[in-house]
């Protein structure tokens, strides 16, 4: 198995935000490579060359090595004559012209899955404000990760033949899918969970029901709460909404679904296979 192609997507957005927030000149990540103890580097920004792309980093060797191996960031002020790390790959760094180097990992339950690294091309200390920064870029991929985890999860649980005696779980992780994609901040990651919620629910297309009625997506957020027991405060808690939103839009939904109760509603958006 190589790195998560899907999660160098979230790196390279990373790298971005990286870079404007604290002016580095350069940024470069990639992921580990879990079947074989080594963390590739596939992303470059603001690199000049092309001798860091693709390099194979062994856990403990170099600066991200010895990121990955403690699962800490780590920084060196003049990369090439540094006594704080082995020098493997001094010709690459050299070859781009990388003096002051920090690396920080992207750790998901207690795993390292990845590196982020920003530079400078002269030797000066990198402050606690550019460090920081890079910290919050790797919380950002890590959040990305956990995210994809427990979709694809709940799609390998779903296809698996047993997983009817299991659906309730798959319904309760659905729930709390569907609220956790609000607080996904990027639209396209967040465009993606609600199309895997879709999934899981069967649907035909997102919030919408046999015999054209309508849900909107906040108005079936709320109907996933209800389903899984969650009264309205809970459910405004879990969702950051008011309580008196989430009656009103419990109410329009009962509306739409001809249901008089929340438990009609919810067995109905079943029936119309709107929920898992």
């Known amino acids: 198995m190589t790195a998560d192609v899907n999660g160098a997507v979230e790196v ?48 403990g ?9 403690l699962a800490r960031p780590c920084a060196v002020t003049d990369y090439s004559a540094s006594r704080q790390i082995s020098h493997e790959y001094d010709a690459a760094v050299a070859a781009e012209g990388l003096r002051s180097v920090l690396a920080v990992p992207v750790v998901v339950r207690r795993r390292v899955r990845g590196v982020l690294y920003g530079a400078l091309r002269t030797a000066q200390p990198l402050g606690d ?4 920064a890079a910290v919050e870029a790797a919380r950002d991929v890590e959040q990305s990760l956990v995210v994809r985890d427990e979709a694809q999860g ?33 639209p396209e990651l967040r465009a ?8 899981l629910a069967a649907a035909p297309a997102p919030a919408t029901a046999a ?13 996933v709460c209800v389903s899984a027991g969650a009264t309205n405060a809970v ?31 919810v067995v109905a958006a079943r029936r119309a296979g709107l929920l898992p």
């Not at 060797?61 to 191996?69: E, Q, R």
């Not at 993606?192 to 999934?199: M, P």
């Not at 015999?211 to 109907?223: H, N």
């Not at 459910?235 to 009609?264: N, P």
Request: aromatic share 2%; proline share 3%.
């Open 154 to 186: 709940l799609l390998a649980a779903a296809r698996e033949p047993e997983a009817g005696a299991a659906w309730e779980q798959v319904r309760e992780a659905h729930g709390a899918l569907r609220a956790l994609a609000p607080r996904v901040a990027d």
């Open 61 to 69: 060797n170099g600066l991200g090595g010895k990121t990955v191996a």
């Open 129 to 132: 404000r550019t460090l920081n």
């Open 192 to 199: 993606e969970l609600l199309a895997v919620c879709d999934t």
């Open 211 to 223: 015999g054209g009625v309508r849900l909107t997506p906040r108005e079936l957020d709320v109907l």
């Open 12 to 59: 390279r957005g990373a790298l971005i935000r990286l870079r404007r927030t604290t002016g580095l000149p350069v940024a470069f990540g990639g992921l580990v490579e879990p079947d074989r103890g080594q963390m590739r580097i596939s992303e470059l920004n603001g690199a000049r060359t092309m001798a860091l792309r693709s390099l194979a980093v062994t856990s």
């Open 235 to 265: 459910t405004a808690e879990r969702l950051g909404l008011r309580a008196e939103t989430v009656k009103a839009y419990l109410r329009s939904a009962m509306r739409k679904l001809g249901a008089h109760t929340r438990l009609e509603a």
